[in-house]
């Protein structure tokens, strides 16, 4: 197991390069470089930057010398001081920006995956063990309807249910006195009272492909031998269905909840800006919109980082759960 | 269809000739075995026809809108939708009427009982010309009087007809799934391809790539590379530049499914008995090999294009995708991105609707094609 996890997480070595190099290449490929545009932005407000300045930027971003020399400057600041640039756009440090964002989306993310995970094994259990009955047919209908309905959409319609009939607002993750408010049990319970919304929102979409896969496995399963032998010595048939079929069915269910990851956070980023939730979409969009590259760069590769640890999390659940994986 | 199949078909009725009475099944051809398969399948039929009037409206636009989509009103900006009232010898729609919010200093309409709007059948409106060539100025329904205003699902705030937009928001939304799969699947079908007829390192350096660009997550990315797009490029471009985006990562699913039924197909007898016989590689592949899959492959295409209107809905909608004057169901739900037009113009989200039919529809049909895709199982 130790050596199999070792291996995993040398893998992704090169693959979290490999991103990195990508990120690079996406903020190169916006004209213009950032210090033009801060020293316009700057102009612009009738401020004036000494050339000294300019200079030492210039110098610690490598700016104006060829790309491999930038890239590892971007990426040795990153990795020796933390430094991911500076925002011209919010003239601070990407850094001061991010990491308060980056917290939020972490917990919308692991909410929303556990909540896909639950609702996706019960639901998808319940219909394959009551195949054809009138609840199969329902919740097979909802999950189809979560997979044609764009989260972002479920959400406006949420809006305008809320602002119109109930006449309050949905968006945000607190009401309006809690969002300065220093950290209290207070907040977190208004902090849950809101998270639930774009959590069943965001999830509702991969929890419908994740329960037709569930589906289909346990049908595959329940047909087998072993089943009727164990049904034949007389088990009881719910710790039967949960010792065997189940089993074996969670098996491919729990490989393609590490696919579902990078869904679930690009999901997140459309439908907190309808939301106005305070996670990386809205500014990731906005620093996008504004060509502020290297913030945009670093949420890119700050999320895509985390979907590679989320899949290798996944791998290595998927091999504890599954001995013939470990050992292969 | 190639030597396997006629040799397959009969032998499933040796064993099991009651199960089937068609006594046609014998001579059946494979492609006619599907289409009974996929007969069955009700709501995979339903999906095909809701798929197949979309692209009839895409085709027709011109003449299945009311009204010039960029056609503003100053007069009816907001306009409620209105309901087509039909009585014995036509139809009519209410007019409307104004009223100006004291507070607000906002005119918002209200639908006036008392005057009522003549509807025809194939009216006479704005002249247009169908598919840029012949000049027209039917349209399938439009008021007796061209000047009255008739907007059966509501106009937008420069007094835009939505119905007539989500018309020709039809033509770029159902066809750039279409665009976006051919360039996923050529992709897919060569790397898939070669991945699975070569296999070894081959497979191994490209099976590496597929799951790199699978572990990324997709908006963030699409996002960067549509910001980096130019600002002055021509529509058109901005159009093929978001479908090589999106097919950046669509390829990798199709490459998966054509790898893998390549791994499984190279080790088959009949593939074996052309090598025998002579038959060049390229020959083996394209008159033995792909026959085989091919159903497959149209079942995993049709699957796959929601997923790309999907993504062309959501760019679009964040502002990144196309761009106005390009209307796409994604260009026109944008109008709907903030709450006080939704509490205001609850009809502005009217192109989402849209969307789900056409991805609903897709599905279906889809499914009932995979399950057709093997008559014999």
Do not use: C
Request: charged share 15%; glycine share 8%; hydrophobic share 50%.
């Amino acid at each position: 197991m130790v050596g199999f996890v070792a291996r995993r997480i040398l893998l992704m070595v090169p693959t979290v390069i490999a991103i990195s190099v990508m990120t690079f290449a996406i903020m190169q490929l916006a004209p213009g470089d950032f210090l033009t545009s801060l020293v316009a932005g700057m102009a612009s407000q009738g401020e004036s930057v000494s050339q000294g300045a300019i200079d030492a930027l210039r110098d610690r971003y490598g700016l104006g010398q060829p790309p491999h020399v930038q890239y590892l400057k971007w990426v040795s600041g990153i990795m020796l001081r933390g430094d991911f640039g500076q925002s011209f756009e919010w003239n601070r440090p990407v850094s001061s920006l991010i990491w308060d964002r980056m917290g939020f989306t972490l917990v919308l993310s692991l909410g929303t995956l556990t909540f896909t995970w639950v609702f996706a094994f019960l639901v998808g259990v319940y219909s394959a063990v009551r195949r054809y009955s009138i609840g199969d047919y329902v919740l097979s209908f909802l999950a189809f309807i979560g997979l044609a309905v764009p989260g972002f959409l479920i959400a406006l319609v949420l809006l305008y249910v809320s602002a119109h009939f109930f006449n309050q607002s949905v968006g945000g993750l607190f009401s309006p006195e809690y969002v300065e408010a220093p950290w209290s049990l207070g907040k977190v319970v208004n902090l849950l009272q809101h998270l639930w919304i774009p959590i069943v929102i965001i999830g509702l979409s991969q929890a419908a492909s994740l329960v037709r896969i569930m589906r289909a496995n346990l049908l595959d399963e329940l047909h087998k031998p072993y089943v009727v032998t164990a049904r034949a010595k007389g088990l009881p048939e719910g710790r039967l269905l949960l010792k065997y079929p189940v089993r074996m069915a969670v098996n491919p269910f729990v490989s393609t909840v590490g696919w579902s990851l990078p869904a679930l956070v690009s999901g997140e980023a459309v439908v907190a800006i309808v939301l106005s939730l305070p996670t990386t979409g809205p500014l990731l969009v906005r620093a996008l919109q504004s060509k502020d590259m290297y913030l945009a760069g670093s949420f890119i590769l700050l999320l895509s980082t985390l979907t590679v640890i989320g899949t290798l999390i996944s791998d290595v659940m998927l091999a504890w759960l599954d001995p013939r994986i470990r050992y292969q | 269809m190639s030597a396997q199949d006629s040799l397959a078909a009969p032998e499933v009725l040796v064993r099991q000739p009651a199960a089937e009475p068609e006594p046609s099944l014998v001579v059946a051809s494979q492609w006619r075995l599907m289409w009974w398969r996929f007969r069955r399948h009700r709501m995979a039929l339903a999906g095909g026809v809701v798929i197949l009037l979309l692209y009839l409206v895409a085709l027709f636009a011109e003449f299945l809108a009311p009204y010039d989509p960029e056609a503003t009103s100053v007069q009816y900006t907001f306009a409620p939708p209105q309901v087509v009232h039909v009585y014995m010898v036509g139809a009519y729609v209410f007019g409307y009427r104004s009223v100006v919010d004291p507070q607000a200093l906002r005119r918002t309409f209200t639908v006036d009982e008392s005057v009522g709007i003549s509807v025809h059948l194939f009216a006479r409106g704005p002249s247009y010309k169908l598919w840029g060539l012949i000049p027209m100025n039917v349209h399938v329904i439009g008021p007796e009087d061209a000047s009255a205003p008739m907007y059966l699902l509501g106009s937008d705030r420069l007094g835009r007809d939505v119905l007539s937009r989500i018309i020709y928001g039809t033509r770029v939304s159902m066809s750039i799934g279409l665009v976006g799969v051919a360039l996923s699947l050529i992709l897919g079908v060569l790397l898939g391809g070669i991945s699975g007829y070569y296999g070894g390192a081959i497979d191994t350096a490209i099976q590496r790539v597929i799951e790199f660009l699978r572990s990324i997550p997709t908006i963030p990315l699409w996002l960067g590379l549509a910001a980096a797009l130019p600002a002055s490029w021509s529509p058109l471009q901005v159009y093929f530049a978001i479908t090589v985006i999106l097919s950046l990562i669509g390829w990798t699913g199709l490459a998966r499914v054509v790898g893998g039924r390549f791994l499984s197909l190279r080790e088959e007898d009949f593939v074996m008995a052309a090598r025998l016989d002579g038959s060049s590689q390229l020959r083996i592949i394209v008159r033995h090999m792909v026959p085989s899959f091919l159903s497959h492959i149209i079942a995993s295409i049709t699957l796959a294009i929601p997923a790309v209107i999907l993504s062309e809905t959501a760019l679009s909608f964040l502002g990144l995708g196309l761009r106005p004057p390009v209307i796409s169901w994604g260009v026109l739900l944008q109008e709907a991105q903030n709450i006080r037009s939704v509490a205001t113009a609850p009809w502005l989200l009217a192109p989402g609707v849209a969307v789900v039919l056409a991805v609903l529809g897709l599905n279906f049909l889809g499914d009932g094609l995979r399950d057709a895709a093997d008559p014999y199982g």
